[in-house]
């Protein structure tokens, strides 16, 4: 069982950055691939982008693609994700998950375990 905890949410200006860390649990970290979500108010949850297990490959939505940049250290045990050039549009609790799946899949479904979540808040 893995356990994840992710920090670094906050209030930004639009334009501005924030980078979100991910830290999770146990000794198998390097065999998950790892997505972020975000869920805003009203809304369902979203896939934001995910890494392979080596971290050699990443995926992105489209809305985020330029702007944010997923990235894990297996040796540390913790995912990444840099947004940049912020806009309103992605506010919302963001969530790192876990999958057990070898192929990288952004279905919510297709994830196994989950972060509580941190709030970005982007202000224009």
């Known amino acids: 069982q893995v356990q994840l905890v992710e920090s670094g949410g906050g209030l930004a200006q639009a334009g501005g950055s924030l980078r979100l860390s991910c830290a999770a649990s146990?000794?198998?970290?390097?065999?998950?691939?790892m997505g972020w979500f975000r869920q805003a108010p009203g809304k369902e949850r979203e896939f934001v982008a995910a890494?392979?297990?080596?971290?050699?490959?990443?995926y992105y939505t489209g809305s985020v693609k330029g702007r944010f940049t997923i990235s894990r250290d297996n040796a540390r045990n913790t995912v990444y994700l840099q947004m940049n050039s912020l806009k309103p549009e992605d506010t919302a609790v963001y969530y790192c998950?876990?999958?057990?799946?070898?192929?990288?899949?952004?279905?919510?479904?297709?994830?196994?375990?989950w972060g509580q979540g941190t709030q970005v808040t982007v202000s224009s």
């Open positions: 146990g000794r198998t970290f390097s065999t998950y691939v």
């Open positions: 998950a876990a999958s057990r799946t070898v192929i990288v899949r952004s279905s919510s479904n297709d994830y196994d375990y």
């Open positions: 890494i392979t297990r080596s971290g050699d490959t990443t």
